[in-house]
């Protein structure tokens, strides 16, 4: 159970700032990721038990991001003077919260098979994981501008470099969207040793590791919609 004093404390730092929660809510996100990549790695040497425990971690921090997600949207509907469209925060907020939501998913996924498979699919893995983790930590990068671009109330140069990032979001999404579809074909090659149950397990958790990083491409476009539309 999340603690009164830090459902407090979200509240405190909103009250400073709208943006502030936001970059809180992301950088969860992105601790979700970064556990994951811990536990993809264990999962590939067959350490289930760190699986597990990792996955417990991921628990707890995907729960700590619904209390700002929820404060977050608690708090806009009583928030009368905002630098952008309600809406348009709303709408960005709700792919952002899908990143620590699908992390969660995969962990899960992970902690019930082992993994079997050639080391070509090892190796596939743990690429597909750290570009991904690389998407969303740059993901990270642009949530934290938020705050720089209210304390400049915009500035023309500060929305470009802005939407600079935005634009390497979506450029590091397309190169794991490569790297997901050739491990698929690599999965599936390898079916005859592998089994269909194992097919399946691995080609769902290549989509559930693609996902996230689709999420992060999702919300960084929205994020510019928002800033484009203030």
């Not at 502030?20 to 536990?39: F, I």
């Not at 760190?50 to 700002?68: G, R, T």
């Amino acid at each position: 159970m999340i603690k009164k004093e830090y459902i407090r404390s979200v509240l405190n730092i909103f009250a400073s700032s709208p943006f502030k929660p936001l970059v809180m809510h992301a950088n969860k996100g992105g601790d979700c990721v970064r556990k994951l990549n811990e536990s993809l790695i264990a999962y590939c040497d067959g350490n289930m038990g760190i699986v597990e425990e990792l996955s417990n971690q991921i628990d707890v921090i995907e729960h700590e991001a619904d209390v700002i997600k929820q404060t977050i949207r608690s708090e806009l509907s009583s928030s009368i003077m905002l630098p952008v469209h309600a809406d348009d925060l709303l709408n960005f907020l709700k792919p952002q919260d899908s990143i620590s939501d699908d992390a969660q998913e995969v962990a899960f996924w992970l902690t019930v098979r082992k993994f079997e498979g050639p080391d070509e699919i090892r190796e596939g893995f743990i690429e597909l994981m750290a570009k991904t983790l690389e998407t969303v930590e740059m993901y990270e990068d642009l949530v934290s501008t938020l705050s720089e671009l209210l304390e400049t109330s915009f500035s023309k140069r500060d929305v470009e470099e802005t939407l600079h990032l935005v634009v390497k979001v979506e450029e590091m999404e397309h190169q794991v969207d490569i790297i997901e579809k050739d491990l698929v074909k690599q999965i599936f090659r390898n079916e005859d040793t592998i089994g269909a149950v194992g097919v399946y397990h691995l080609a769902r958790l290549v989509r559930g590791i693609g996902d996230i990083a689709d999420k992060s491409e999702h919300a960084a476009d929205r994020l510019r919609t928002m800033v484009l539309r203030r």
